[in-house]
């Protein structure tokens, strides 16, 4: 191997490496603030990906009509919740006003984005009005899906979580099947510029990854240490007895968890589908891989994730080029090591 192939080998290695650290940290965020191992993050990557192509095709988006799906599921969930109240408490005044904000929370927003994606068949849209539909449209199934299948299961142990989380996966792999079909897409690169570097080309879309995935993890370590709702997850993920005790809402806590998780998810897979052809269960080897960096993380240090992704990015690019039948089988068994250290140097504690 020569400079010049390590060189290449290295920059698909970081820019891999960081869409694998926003799935690590969007996997370390939600299982600290809700101990949620959430697997189906990569169904949110692969989502991102096929709307932003459906997009630039012409076709209707899909995963809009999932979303109105999810948003009467939660209607409806409200409506039960909200009877139960009135039946317990007879106040009869206060009924009509729920009805109308729970309209307004659930399906107001879904019915929107499902006119807009409706309308815009066929249109040739700008760029980055592709990609705010596309945002529009998959984050806010983040919300959603915790309304309809996690926040009843809130005081749940982790085994169980575990298990929904498996389900929800294969329900999200076979919805995605029926909207984007077996094909695979990609979309159109953000840059298509190439810069020469000591005689190695970098891509403009490598550059962009990067520079987004920072963007990113700075706006994170902004919002965690100098907002009011990122300290409030702070203090959830601490301790979520102590935080309710503090007048902390644990359930706002855990949506807000949600829609960061997907937005990242999303925006992983807007900018890995110019470089790679994405099928509708293609999120789930990347989300994966995010995992394993968060466990190099113990699922709980952001920094120790976002290094544990680089170093699963890089490995798996090196991994391609000596062993390229492999590869998935080194990456993964990177966290058996991790594990073992783990197991021996972390002092062992029943579940509360």
Same mark, same amino acid.
């Given at each position: 191997m020569d400079f010049s192939i390590a060189a290449i080998l290295a920059q698909d290695g970081i820019s891999t490496g960081a869409i694998y650290a926003l799935l690590a940290l969007a996997t370390v965020l939600l299982f600290s603030v809700t101990r949620v191992i959430f697997i189906p993050q990569g169904e949110f990557v692969a989502y991102g990906a096929l709307t932003m192509a459906a997009l630039q095709s012409g076709k209707f988006a899909s995963a809009a009509t999932l979303l109105v799906a999810l948003g009467v599921v939660a209607f409806i969930m409200e409506l039960i919740e909200a009877g139960k109240r009135y039946f317990a408490t007879r106040r009869v005044g206060a009924l009509p006003w729920t009805l109308i904000l729970c309209a307004g929370k659930y399906l107001l927003l879904p019915i929107i984005m499902y006119a807009i994606a409706k309308s815009v068949i066929g249109a040739d849209l700008p760029m980055f009005i592709q990609l705010g539909l596309t945002l529009a449209i998959v984050v806010p199934m983040g919300p959603l899906l915790y309304r309809v299948v996690y926040q009843p299961l809130a005081h749940a142990s982790v085994l169980v979580l575990l298990i929904v989380s498996v389900a929800v996966h294969f329900a999200l792999v076979?919805?995605?099947?029926?909207?984007?079909?077996?094909?695979?897409?990609?979309?159109?690169?953000?840059?298509?510029?190439?810069?020469?570097? +000591?005689?190695?080309? &970098?891509? $403009?879309?490598? @550059?962009?990854? %990067?520079?987004?995935?920072?963007?990113?993890? =700075?706006? *994170?370590?902004?919002?965690?240490?100098?907002?009011?709702?990122?300290?409030?997850?702070?203090?959830?993920?601490?301790?979520?007895?102590?935080?309710?005790?503090?007048?902390?809402?644990?359930?706002?806590?855990?949506?807000?968890?949600?829609?960061?998780?997907? +937005?990242?998810?999303? &925006?992983? $897979?807007?900018? @890995?589908?110019? %470089?790679?052809?994405?099928?509708?269960?293609? =999120?789930? *080897?990347?989300?994966?891989?995010?995992?394993?960096?968060?466990?190099?993380?113990?699922?709980?240090?952001?920094?120790?994730?976002?290094?544990?992704?680089?170093?699963?990015?890089?490995?798996?690019?090196?991994?391609?080029?000596?062993?390229?039948?492999?590869?998935?089988?080194i990456v993964f068994t990177l966290v058996i090591p991790v594990l073992l250290w783990l197991s021996f140097t972390s002092s062992h504690t029943d579940e509360e």
């Amino acid at each position: 191997m020569d400079f010049s192939i390590a060189a290449i080998l290295a920059q698909d290695g970081i820019s891999t490496g960081a869409i694998y650290a926003l799935l690590a940290l969007a996997t370390v965020l939600l299982f600290s603030v809700t101990r949620v191992i959430f697997i189906p993050q990569g169904e949110f990557v692969a989502y991102g990906a096929l709307t932003m192509a459906a997009l630039q095709s012409g076709k209707f988006a899909s995963a809009a009509t999932l979303l109105v799906a999810l948003g009467v599921v939660a209607f409806i969930m409200e409506l039960i919740e909200a009877g139960k109240r009135y039946f317990a408490t007879r106040r009869v005044g206060a009924l009509p006003w729920t009805l109308i904000l729970c309209a307004g929370k659930y399906l107001l927003l879904p019915i929107i984005m499902y006119a807009i994606a409706k309308s815009v068949i066929g249109a040739d849209l700008p760029m980055f009005i592709q990609l705010g539909l596309t945002l529009a449209i998959v984050v806010p199934m983040g919300p959603l899906l915790y309304r309809v299948v996690y926040q009843p299961l809130a005081h749940a142990s982790v085994l169980v979580l575990l298990i929904v989380s498996v389900a929800v996966h294969f329900a999200l792999v076979g919805i995605g099947l029926v909207m984007f079909g077996a094909e695979g897409s990609r979309t159109a690169p953000f840059s298509d510029a190439q810069f020469q570097l +000591g005689g190695v080309t &970098i891509t $403009g879309q490598s @550059i962009t990854i %990067v520079l987004v995935s920072l963007l990113l993890m =700075g706006a *994170l370590y902004v919002f965690f240490g100098h907002t009011l709702p990122g300290k409030s997850l702070r203090a959830t993920a601490i301790n979520r007895v102590g935080a309710q005790l503090m007048g902390i809402g644990t359930v706002q806590a855990g949506r807000l968890a949600f829609t960061l998780a997907a +937005g990242m998810g999303a &925006i992983s $897979g807007i900018m @890995i589908a110019p %470089v790679t052809t994405i099928y509708y269960d293609s =999120g789930f *080897l990347i989300g994966l891989k995010g995992f394993v960096a968060a466990v190099i993380g113990a699922l709980a240090s952001y920094p120790a994730a976002a290094v544990g992704a680089i170093a699963v990015g890089l490995l798996e690019s090196f991994s391609s080029f000596w062993a390229s039948a492999f590869k998935e089988v080194i990456v993964f068994t990177l966290v058996i090591p991790v594990l073992l250290w783990l197991s021996f140097t972390s002092s062992h504690t029943d579940e509360e």
